[in-house]
């Protein structure tokens, strides 16, 4: 073997020693330097995607309290409408445009910026149809709510609100694929600027048809329509007018393709609905127990705390399946998996700082909803598990922005399908009802047989995946989905 030159001097060994503090100290340089790029990139996201996410819940809060001063029976139609009839809708619509992140984040990536379009224009004729499709859970709205036994007044009323909100259901095929069409180009701070103008416009309206016109809880329904319509306005003239890269007209080309966009769309939907019904079945699973009052109001002061703070990890969803979606496609597995690292553990870090507010203000967060005792004391008891729910949520939509980002959306339906509704709700069930024991018993048993377990099983997936294979897949899927365009790299800003 070769004498190094210096073998034996202690200087030249101190040397060595300072050559790999050096190198050391330029890997950590180098990777301060990539999280913090990567930071940037992904809270160009992120924080938008709060906004605008904080705005679209704000509209329906707004509504709600605008109808509440209209009577209980009121307030209780148009909340009902809302969170079963509208909620059930627009969890499958919203999943299914997620289809999107995939399709124009990968092909944002390869620069194939025509082609955005074209898959906008896809979704909007899918979601269309589906919209459709859709619309008897509102014109049988009233028999449905009367079926799941709600009283005769307000399932009536509910029912002619729903009525209402027809024009809002359409809303939502030309609203979501404009949204993530516009999210995958980086063009966040768009969508958060429409989404306050549309929540400002619903705060007046709300004012003039419930209140100055006295249209009552029908006037509400009007003023949610506007809005959500306002939002869609915005954000197509901003599409036609401001991104004439992605944006190249209406094109025969939509038509086509169509079955296999399909069959992503609705496995995106089934993906996402899954998640979005969970928690709602827990209420009304909770709701059947005996003297549930008490704990009902408890766990819906809970899921509303958990509904707000949802948003940010949400926001990361949208977030992690761009930026995934968008190195694909550039054929860059490693960057990928890097974005992906990255989104989890800022995720996760908020997710922790939730927890420990919920701990230390276990029993005061309940002082926002309710003076009782009675609920102050079980809100208290469900604390932790509020607290788990959060952390939780904080790291599983980030892993399903990762699928969405990647195409895995049928697998994760798969997923979704066994954690929740095989092992989840039976677990809950099992515990709550068989056992006795409890709303607690059966809010622990579907987070740790489904949510926990789901977390886990695409942990394991990511964990497990070829990124250089995915970023293959992406170029297979882009040359079967859509013809090259003319490399617009250079006109990009």
Not at 92 to 107: D, I, N, V
Not at 203 to 213: I, Q
Not at 296 to 302: E, H, M, R
Request: contains cysteine.
């Amino acid at each position: 073997m070769a004498r190094v030159e210096g073998d034996g001097d202690p200087s030249a060994l101190l040397l060595s020693e300072h050559e790999v503090r050096d190198d050391d100290h330029e890997i950590s340089k180098s990777l301060a330097s990539r999280v913090w790029i990567e930071t940037q990139k992904l809270w160009q996201i992120v924080g938008p995607a709060i906004l605008s996410r904080v705005a679209a819940f704000s509209m329906n809060i707004i509504t709600q309290a605008f109808a509440g001063h209209l009577g209980d029976v009121e307030l209780a139609a148009i909340s009902i409408a809302n969170t079963v009839i509208v909620g059930f809708n627009f969890g499958l619509l919203l999943g299914m445009a997620s289809a999107l992140e995939t399709l124009c984040g990968q092909a944002f990536g390869a620069k194939r910026y025509q082609m955005m379009g074209v898959y906008m224009q896809r979704s909007w004729i899918v979601l269309f149809l589906c919209c459709f499709l859709l619309l008897p859970f509102y014109v049988f709205a009233a028999p449905l709510l009367k079926w799941l036994g709600q009283p005769d007044d307000v399932a009536e009323q509910s029912g002619l609100v729903a009525l209402w909100l027809i024009p809002l259901h359409f809303s939502f095929a030309f609203q979501f694929p404009l949204q993530r069409f516009l999210q995958s180009q980086l063009k966040n701070q768009v969508i958060a600027w429409v989404s306050l103008l549309s929540l400002g416009v619903n705060v007046f309206t709300s004012w003039l048809f419930v209140y100055a016109l006295d249209f009552g809880v029908v006037g509400a329904a009007i003023a949610l329509d506007i809005s959500w319509w306002v939002t869609v306005l915005g954000l197509l003239v901003y599409v036609c007018g401001w991104c004439p890269l992605t944006w190249t007209g209406f094109s025969v080309q939509a038509f086509s393709g169509l079955w296999e966009f399909l069959k992503l769309s609705a496995a995106s939907g089934v993906m996402l609905c899954l998640e979005n019904w969970y928690y709602r079945i827990l209420i009304l699973m909770t709701g059947y127990l005996k003297d549930a009052t008490i704990a009902v109001d408890a766990l819906s002061i809970c899921m509303s705390i958990n509904g707000w703070e949802i948003m940010i990890p949400l926001a990361f969803f949208a977030a992690t399946g761009v930026r995934v979606a968008n190195e694909l496609g550039a054929g860059d597995g490693k960057a990928a998996k890097f974005a992906t690292t990255v989104s989890v553990v800022q995720s996760t870090i908020i997710g922790l700082v939730f927890c420990f507010i919920i701990m230390v203000f276990r029993k005061e967060f309940a002082l926002i909803f309710t003076s009782s005792t009675a609920v102050m004391d079980e809100v208290e008891d469900l604390s932790v598990l509020l607290a788990i729910t959060i952390l939780l949520n904080s790291v599983q939509p980030v892993l399903s922005g990762v699928a969405v980002g990647s195409g895995w959306q049928a697998t994760v339906a798969y997923v979704n399908i066994g954690c929740y509704y095989i092992v989840g709700l039976p677990l809950g069930f099992l515990m709550g009802w068989v056992f006795n024991l409890g709303v607690k018993a059966i809010w622990a048993g579907m987070i740790f047989g489904g949510t926990a377990l789901q977390t886990l099983v695409l942990a394991i997936i990511t964990v497990k995946s070829d990124w250089e294979k995915e970023a293959e897949k992406a170029r297979i899927r882009l040359e079967k989905w859509g013809k090259p365009t003319s490399d617009y790299s250079s006109e990009v800003h």
